[in-house]
């Protein structure tokens, strides 16, 4: 599948309250509750290991049809699109994984923690933080000089992430809540306050 549609369906799973509150009100509705596990297993694998992933980050114009990703403002910029695929690398940092964009000169991260909450036998919670910028690293789009900038812009600010991670295969899927701009060479950017995010091993294709 898709690691954009990957990302949309944990946007519409993790829901407007995150994946925090989700767990906490599963059952207020009636339906099936995720697990509430004190520790993760002894011995589970998160799927993770240090290495080159892809991670990817899209955004929504206010006609966007995805109610989990409000409308970016303004709508249309920068014409290349807001969707961003980066290179780089993931490593241990103690209990928290972590991801760095391969680009000399940009300072992107993704910090993810494995929460100790599960969707399913295969599902475990995570959640984060985004920071930084680095430019557009899909070949499609390359021209244009899309770019990245996530956190609030001279505070020292990150978006907090919350999503998902399936230990099969290590793929990650959340939302970032916080200010991402998407930027392009002629100067046009647009500003989200939430994105969808996703992260897979291997390189960008």
């Known amino acids: 599948m898709n690691p954009h549609r990957r990302a949309r369906r944990a946007a519409r799973r993790v829901g407007l309250l995150g994946a925090v509150a989700l767990v906490a009100c599963g059952a207020c509705s009636g339906g099936s509750s995720p697990a509430i596990?004190?520790?993760l297993p002894s011995g589970l694998q998160t799927g993770l290991q240090p290495g080159a992933y892809t991670l990817e980050v899209s955004g929504e114009d206010a006609v966007g049809g995805d109610p989990q990703l409000p409308g970016c403002s303004p709508p249309g910029q920068p014409p290349a699109g807001k969707?961003?695929?980066?290179a780089g690398t993931?490593?241990?940092?103690?209990?928290?994984w972590v991801f760095r964009s391969d680009r000399p000169g940009t300072d992107l991260v993704l910090r993810l923690r494995v929460a100790t909450r599960s969707f399913s036998s295969e599902l475990f919670?995570?959640?984060?933080?985004?920071?930084?910028?680095?430019?557009?690293?899909?070949?499609?789009?390359a021209a244009s000089g899309l770019a990245i900038s996530a956190g609030a812009a001279g505070e020292g600010g990150a978006a907090s992430v919350d999503g998902e991670i399936r230990?099969?295969?290590?793929?990650?899927?959340?939302?970032?809540?916080?200010r991402v701009t998407f930027s392009d060479a002629a100067g046009a950017r647009a500003t989200c306050n939430r994105v969808a995010v996703s992260m897979q091993p291997g390189r960008p294709r």
Do not use: C, M, W, Y
């Open 37 to 39: 596990l004190p520790t």
């Open 83 to 86: 969707r961003i695929t980066i």
């Open 90 to 96: 993931v490593s241990r940092d103690g209990e928290d």
């Open 125 to 141: 919670a995570v959640e984060g933080s985004l920071r930084g910028s680095a430019p557009d690293d899909g070949a499609a789009r």
């Open 167 to 178: 230990l099969t295969g290590a793929f990650v899927n959340a939302l970032a809540q916080g």
